[in-house]
């Protein structure tokens, strides 16, 4: 959802760290994404093929800056994926946005869910 309550999708590219959990992306601050999530940080993310089976996570999102205590967070989740793309590693002008999903739903190609999991 935008900080005006409509739906909005991005392509993201899921990162991964041991130490944040599965659920990771880097923006620029400069994207919409990050305005979005400076005035609504409940968030919800689609993961796969929207053509088949997907994963709907829900939950609060936290926004993670470039400074020296989170440096070796923005070290270990970048990927050559993101290198390919021309985008800065450490740069102040990128931030990690960690999903802490609440709720998990697996939905069908029909479009129905076929398992829920709520996270304590």
Known sequence: MDINGYPH???????????LGRFVISISKSSQKYQEIKGNTKGSWT????????????GDVEVLEFCPENEALFK????????RYGQEQMSAERVLLVMNARDIKIISIQNKVVQQVKVQ
């Open 9 to 19: 999708m991005n392509l993201m590219h899921i990162l991964e760290s041991d130490k």
């Open 47 to 58: 993961i796969g093929s929207l053509l088949g089976e997907h994963a709907e996570l829900s």
């Open 76 to 83: 270990e989740v970048w990927s050559e994926v993101l290198t």
